[in-house]
């Protein structure tokens, strides 16, 4: 363990900082390969920065368990601004500086809090003129900016709290961290109270699972105010790791340059990376291209025997002699193969990653088969796992040692899993789907001032309701099913759970993005984001094309046929096909879900309520004509 003091005798995450200043106090903690010049600070520097930051807030009468909005994104700076918050004992309410201003004001009163810390001036001017109606003392940005009277910028407030000190604030494990607004997609978002113990329980979770080492390097790109972003930061600083920030725009080139051990992020980024590789691999000449697909193909199922050998095959975790010997002899029959595809293809794949990966994390939503396939070939060890904002966020994790690729792990320590019939509430057997309940260190206090919220999610007995649908196997493996407020009910009484048949639909290359449609419904349907890139390799529209101006090209019947094709071989290919996951209707949208638009929340999971409020009309359409 990089760390000589365990977070289950810390009382705040201020004294894991502390610790790490003293074990390892040269190494680079927070580097930023992008600010200008670019920033490296060690562990030793970050602890005095986040001190004097903490005690800079202090002299501006900043007081214990009071709030502090911090809106900003990823950056040292905010690191900083986030532990010496918590480092006086006062909480933060976190938000992207991105998000929309009427939510931003809503947390900013919400919350209660008495200052704020954000990113620059153009953040401070989004928020005018309404914030002066609050009740706001102090404003600090985290920007070299001239700030306005009676504000100050990130250095004034280092330099005010450097001859000062944190005043010994009494910080116990139930001290309240951080107020984490939920993406408010269907109401209001709700302000999740996390506190110091939420965080050192999940850090203690996380050290039980990796042994990370001091200098390691980590690659990061999520929102840093997400739950699942900064349980992991705090995991790594713990182990004495260095933080690399990356962005959209940089993350190839950064990959190769910094070569990270490890990263964390969601499934829409690895889908990305495999996007890119796929279209590299039909820009080569056809007799290369027909190489590398004879390596995928049977490396796929090279992988697929293997886990039944090592009963880590989530469709069959308890296989008979009889499938481990088929398997055994498919394993031997392909190894050979399946190293000269290494050879000559997937560790080139590796070497534009950097080559380093030890392991990369996914989480915040569910995977799609594909690519853990994809990343299982070509060498690249995913661990998958499972929570919300509410469990701080970790609950489930998959082992190296039992990585079972569609599943969701197991149980951290001392966490406890229930599921329970949807309407009942009664315990269901092994391997039987029903809805997930949590109880453990890492559930949340409650949703700030809004009891009756709170009393809904945990039940007396500490139970968490997760919203979710799964099962649990007789190894305590969970594997979630879908999402109770995504189930799709067709007119016939079936239910559908959109995500599975969605990752299916996104394995065709011509497929970029979907949502499944199908509400009261006869049948199911889908919206669709073509991919242009691979409608242009196959020459189906001309070079240099956009979304916007290849819709009348898209909809001829060739091209329909086409996707018809591929809609209908990716759904029934899947395991568990039933008759009702067969798509009857489809159409094209002339833009991708992106964040801009508001159809992705700022980790890329979709927004199926603002996609279907803004697809209505094709919506209707689709199933009138």
């Known amino acids: 363990m ?17 610790n790490g200043a003293k074990d390892h106090p040269d190494a680079i903690a927070l580097y930023d390969p992008h600010a200008m010049p670019p920033v490296g600070i060690s562990y030793r520097d970050t602890f005095e920065q986040i001190n004097a930051f903490g005690a800079g807030l202090r002299s501006l009468g900043i007081q214990f368990g009071e709030k502090v909005a911090l809106i900003a994104d990823n950056s040292p700076r905010w690191l900083i601004a986030d532990q010496g918050i918590l480092a006086i004992g006062a909480a933060n309410a976190t938000r992207s500086s991105q998000a929309e201003r009427s939510e931003l004001l809503y947390i900013i ?35 070299d900016e001239t700030p306005p009277e009676g504000a100050y910028n990130f250095q004034q407030l280092l330099q005010k709290g450097s001859s000062r000190d944190l005043g010994n604030p009494q910080i116990q494990r ?3 961290a951080t107020l984490i607004y939920t993406s408010g997609t269907t109401a209001r978002p709700k302000g999740v109270m996390l506190t110091h113990g939420n965080f050192l329980f999940e850090v203690e979770a996380a050290q039980s699972v990796l042994q990370l080492k001091v200098n390691e390097k980590v690659l990061s790109i999520l929102p840093t105010w997400h739950s699942y972003e900064r349980t992991f930061e705090y995991f790594i600083f713990s182990q004495g790791c260095t933080q690399i920030y990356t962005n959209l725009r940089t993350i190839k080139k950064d990959l190769k340059e910094h070569k990270p051990d490890y990263m964390v992020a969601v499934p829409r980024l690895w889908e990305s990376i495999y996007e890119g590789v796929q279209k590299n691999f039909r820009e080569q000449p056809a007799s290369k291209q027909k190489l590398v697909n004879f390596f995928l193909k049977t490396s796929q199922k090279y992988i697929t025997a293997k886990r039944i050998v090592q009963g880590l095959n989530v469709e069959n975790l308890d296989p008979s002699l009889g499938d481990k010997l088929k398997a055994s002899l498919v394993v031997l029959s392909l190894w050979a193969f399946h190293k000269l595809g290494n050879k ?49 966020p970790i609950t489930h994790v998959r082992r190296p040692d039992r990585n079972i690729r569609g599943g969701d792990g197991q149980p951290v320590l001392d966490t406890e899993t229930r599921i329970v019939h949807l309407d009942t509430r009664v315990d269901m057997p092994i391997g039987k789907q029903g809805l997930v309940l949590i109880r453990g260190q890492q559930v949340m206090q409650g949703y700030y001032k809004n009891p009756e919220a709170t009393a809904k999610a945990i039940d007396p007995q500490g139970w968490f309701d997760t919203g979710d649908l799964g099962y649990v196997s007789k190894w305590g493996d969970l594997v979630i099913t ?51 890139s691979a409608l242009e390799s196959a020459g189906l529209i001309p070079a240099d ?37 067969r798509i009857g209707v489809f159409e094209f949208l002339s833009e991708p879900f992106t964040i801009d638009n508001g159809c992705l929340t700022q980790t890329f999971k979709i927004r199926r309520n603002i996609v279907f409020e803004r697809y209505q009309d094709i919506i209707v359409k689709m199933f009138t004509n």
């Open 344 to 392: 000559l293809v997937y560790q080139k794949v590796r070497e534009a990653t950097g080559g380093n990966f030890k392991y990369i994390v996914s989480g915040g939503g569910s995977i799609a088969e594909h690519l853990e396939d994809f990343y299982e070939i070509v060498g690249i060890e995913i661990l998958g796992g499972y929570g919300l904002t509410e469990t701080s």
């Open 109 to 143: 009163e919400h919350s209660d809090s008495v200052a704020i810390v954000v990113e620059n001036l153009a953040t401070l001017q989004k928020l005018e003129p309404e914030l002066h109606t609050l009740p706001i003392k102090q404003i600090v940005l985290l920007s």
């Open 174 to 176: 139930d001290t309240l």
């Open 545 to 581: 094309s956009s979304l916007e101006n290849i819709l009348p090209e898209l909809n001829n019947s060739k091209i329909r046929n086409l996707y018809r094709e591929e809609l209908n071989r990716e759904v029934q290919n899947r395991a568990g096909y039933s008759i009702n996951d």
């Open 2 to 18: 990089a760390t000589s003091f365990p977070p289950s005798q810390a009382s705040s995450l201020w004294q894991l900082w502390q």
């Open 482 to 532: 879908g999402r109770v407020k995504d189930t799709i009910v067709l007119t016939n009484g079936e239910n559908i759970e959109p995500q599975p048949i969605e990752d299916a639909c996104i394995r065709s290359a011509y497929i970029d993005q979907v949502v499944l449609v199908g509400q009261d419904q006869k049948q199911l349907g889908i919206l669709i984001v073509p991919n242009v």
